[in-house]
């Protein structure tokens, strides 16, 4: 060998080993690279971790097309052996499409999948599915034989409510079933794991979207969930603690941001594997080798450290290229908790916490409602952040009798709470008379004070607002008032929720004190109730 072909050898052995573009390191974003990956989902058995993935494989401008799951394993949770589909959606002969979000938990020596798919004409919509085998890595066969839950076991508005099932088996071995869009459900399985154990729990979560991962570690449990996606978001992660899976749950906040060019996020941990944890989610920033890009349904799973504080709250996760290919920063000791806002006293009105979530009626005898079923009538959440960032949103009303208002009650909830940043203020407006004519605007000619309103995270339900003897109004006859909430525009403190047509034939709904057409040109209302005293 000659001179210079010991120099070149000399060199390429003291080249830094960080790989190349086309070779990554193991445990760098995205983990695999030959293939689409979506919605992961981990299990631990023994010294390995499984980790089962949805498989994208939509073209062009799809959104989601998806026929099968895939599976893969490591030991180290750098190194990952691929195992290939362990099943079709069409696996499930009752099942016309759609292999969705899925997850395999073990129960005695069998393994059980709980998966999304989309049921036949039988029952429109989509279904939870569970499959078993007795190998981690399959063939998976349907258990069943039918759905385990379809659209008509939890009623809604909604066709797509029943997706993204994740199951926690208990230290005492009890099957914990978590589900939902835009509800998280809740339910026990019985031991056989292939049939409801008792009655369906709707879990209040505030910002809750899709993508429950429900976990337990050192005796505190944790539903960590894709948020924000209808309240006009890119979906973030964020998470919930609790003594017991029935709650009640404490809203910890966000975990972490959106993904990478991905509207969709969606979370998978692994608690303390061989003294590590882990954080598991996708993105859209891969290209294949054949120059396919990502997209909306061509998404990549990611991985990134964990770290528990010792108060059992969670390190806020940074998401990087170099995921875990790099050893874990030190923790900062912050806990990433979401601020709650100051339980001060307000001299006019007293703000009841929500107890009454999704409501499908109102408390007590109302005097006046927008929306005879809140939960049905109103699913459209708005905030200060719509429309380019508003910093009013209002609804007008007639007062049918004269009436003293005493309470009023909003369907409403989630955001981010208020705070000196993110303030709430309470307004009434009396127009006068009203006329038939229909007003597109309305101007205020004089300062009016309005009362300030504290408000805490919260899910969506019937939030109360008791006005002190001395702030309450006397409501004139046939007179037309406006409710309106102001906030700091691009704001995410509080979302009134609407309808998607004109259901209070007697009032208009608001933003920046114009009149709201939607998208289709309806007219559209604002959910509340006015209680009071004639």
């Known amino acids: 060998m000659g001179s210079k072909y010991l120099l070149l050898s000399s060199l390429l052995l003291n080249l830094p080993l960080w790989g190349s573009a086309d070779t990554p390191i193991p445990g760098e974003n995205p983990l695999f690279r030959d293939i689409f990956t979506a919605d992961p989902a981990t299990l631990v058995d023994g010294d390995t971790v499984y980790l089962y993935t949805g498989h994208d494989e939509a073209k062009g401008d799809e959104l989601f097309t998806m026929k ?19 099943m079709k959606a069409t696996d499930f002969k009752w099942a016309s499409q759609d292999a969705w979000a899925a997850q395999v938990v073990k129960k005695g020596n069998e393994y059980y999948l709980y998966t999304t798919v989309r049921h036949n004409d ?23 034989g039918k759905a385990l839950i379809t659209d008509d076991t939890t009623p809604s508005p909604y066709s797509w409510n029943d997706i993204d099932p994740s199951v926690l088996i208990d230290d005492d071995g009890t099957a914990w079933l978590t589900w939902g869009n835009p509800i998280c459900y809740l339910v026990k399985l019985k031991d056989n794991m292939i049939e409801l154990d008792g009655p369906i729990h709707r879990i209040p979560l505030p910002n809750y979207t899709e993508g429950p991962w429900l976990s337990k570690r050192k005796g505190i449990y944790y539903l960590t969930y894709a948020a924000f996606a209808h309240q006009g978001s890119s979906e973030h992660i964020c998470y919930a603690t609790a003594s017991n899976p029935l709650g009640p749950w404490t809203y910890q906040g966000e975990l972490t941001g959106q993904a990478k060019y991905s509207y969709t996020i969606h ?15 996708h993105n859209a920033d891969l290209t294949l080798p054949d120059g396919q890009t990502g997209a909306v349904g061509r998404r990549a799973v990611c991985i990134e450290y964990l770290t528990y504080n010792p108060d059992g709250t969670i ?7 170099e995921g875990i290919s790099l050893p874990p920063n030190k923790p900062s000791g912050e806990s990433g ?14 703000i009841l ?16 409602i927008t929306a005879e079923n809140p939960y049905y009538d109103t699913p459209i959440c708005t905030g200060f952040n719509m ?48 006329s038939d004519e229909q007003k597109d605007s309305y101007s205020l000619e004089t300062k009016h004070q309005g009362i300030p309103v504290t408000y805490v995270a919260q899910a969506p339900g019937l939030f109360r607002i008791k006005l002190k003897p001395s702030s309450q109004v006397r409501l004139q006859k046939d007179h037309c008032y406006i409710l309106e909430l102001e906030g700091a525009p691009h704001s995410s403190c509080f979302y009134w929720r609407r309808s998607s047509s004109d259901i209070y034939k007697a009032g208009d709904a608001y933003l920046d004190r114009k009149r709201y057409i939607d998208e289709n040109g309806s007219a559209v209302d604002f959910a509340f109730a006015l209680y009071g005293k004639e």
């Not at 799951?69 to 190194?79: A, G, I, K, V, Y």
């Not at 039988?122 to 069943?144: C, I, Q, Y």
């Not at 390190?315 to 290229?321: C, G, L, N, V, Y």
């Not at 369907?411 to 407006?429: I, K, Q």
Request: charged share 25%; aromatic share 10%; glycine share 10%.
């Open 337 to 350: 908790k979401k601020r709650e806002a100051p339980a001060q006293e307000n001299s006019k009105i007293e």
């Open 315 to 321: 390190q806020p996760i940074e998401q990087t290229k």
């Open 122 to 144: 039988e029952h429109p919509g989509m279904s939870v599915g569970v499959a078993k085998s007795m190998n981690p890595t399959g063939p998976f066969v349907d258990a069943l």
């Open 353 to 368: 916490r929500i107890v009454d979530f999704f409501p499908e009626r109102w408390n007590g005898k109302p005097s006046l």
């Open 387 to 434: 429309q380019g960032g508003i910093s009013t949103i209002g609804q007008s009303f007639v007062a049918e009798k004269e009436m003293l208002l005493t309470d009023i009650a909003f369907y409403g909830g989630d955001g981010t709470g208020t705070d000196s940043e993110n303030p709430l203020t309470l307004h009434l407006y009396d127009m006068g008379i009203k």
């Open 267 to 281: 979370p998978a941990i692994v608690d303390d594997f061989k003294g590590q944890s882990y954080f598991l989610y």
């Open 68 to 86: 099968d799951w895939l599976c893969f394993s490591s030991t180290d949770m750098r190194n990952w052996t691929e195992h290939g589909s362990i």
